[in-house]
């Protein structure tokens, strides 16, 4: 088993900066895809971004490329979510998980391939 926290949020006025960090403990996340999600009210939660297990070829969503990099530390079992730019509609609680199957890198907008989930992290944009 894995488990997934993550930690980073808060409140952030539009234009700015935070960096998410998703640290994994249980067992080591080297080997999988690990991705970010986000959830706003009343919403479907939706893909923002995965990278590989070897932190090459990062995929973002529209909504966020150019504005959010997504890397990972597998020394530091941990994965990070650095957001620039920030608008009010990025306001959303945000997950990261992991894939386990090496198969899920062609899907990784797909909610169902992630095999495990954090708790989230609340990011408010506001003014």
């Known amino acids: 088993q894995v488990q997934l926290g993550e930690s980073g949020g808060g409140l952030v006025q539009p234009g700015g900066s935070l960096r998410l960090s998703c640290a994994a403990s249980?067992?080591?996340?080297?080997?999988?895809?690990m991705g970010w999600f986000r959830q706003s009210p009343g919403k479907e939660r939706e893909f923002v971004a995965a990278?590989?297990?070897?932190?090459?070829?990062?995929k973002y969503a529209d909504s966020v490329k150019g504005r959010f990099t997504i890397s990972r530390d597998n020394n530091k079992n941990t994965v990070y979510l650095q957001m620039d730019s920030l608008k009010p509609e990025d306001t959303a609680v945000y997950y990261c998980?992991?894939?386990?199957?090496?198969?899920?890198?062609?899907?990784?907008?797909?909610?169902?391939?992630?095999?495990?989930w954090g708790q989230g992290t609340q990011v408010t944009v506001s003014s």
């Open positions: 998980a992991a894939a386990t199957s090496r198969f899920a890198w062609a899907f990784v907008y797909d909610i169902s391939q992630y095999n495990y």
């Open positions: 249980g067992r080591t996340i080297s080997n999988y895809i």
């Open positions: 990278i590989n297990w070897i932190g090459r070829s990062p």
